[in-house]
């Protein structure tokens, strides 16, 4: 099985930019990967996924046209871009494995790393 690590996280200002990235371990990252955020008092929420080829993207409402999200399979890293951001944009970031990205619930997605904070202060 993948193991999923993020990175990338910390402490902004509101309309600051910053990079995450979800590198695996283990084996070649073959599968879908999506981030996911959840924020303090909140339920674990869709932000982004990516198909395996990079080709097919999906985002959440909340974050079009600020997140990006890519992966790059030659360093086994996929990347979430996140400009623009808000303080509720704070949580905790998690990215995991799928295979449709389209489908937003968390449970369809697995492989779950340790998560990775981002704090946005206003």
């Known amino acids: 099985q993948v193991q999923l690590i993020e990175s990338g996280g910390g402490l902004v200002q509101a309309g600051d930019s910053l990079r995450l990235s979800c590198a695996a371990s283990?084996?070649?990252?073959?599968?879908?990967i999506a981030w996911f955020r959840q924020g303090p008092g909140k339920e674990r929420e869709f932000v982004a996924a990516?198909?395996?080829?990079?080709?097919?993207?999906n985002y959440a409402d909340s974050v079009k046209g600020r997140f990006t999200i890519s992966r790059d399979n030659a360093k086994n890293t996929v990347y979430l871009k996140m400009t623009s951001l808000k303080p509720d944009d704070t949580a905790v970031y998690y990215c995991?494995?799928?295979?449709?990205?389209?489908?937003?619930?968390?449970?369809?997605?697995?492989?779950w790393g340790q998560g990775t904070q981002v704090t946005v202060s206003s």
């Open positions: 995991a494995a799928g295979n449709v990205v389209l489908l937003t619930a968390p449970s369809r997605w697995g492989s």
């Open positions: 990516v198909s395996w080829s990079g080709g097919s993207t």
């Open positions: 283990g084996r070649t990252l073959s599968s879908a």
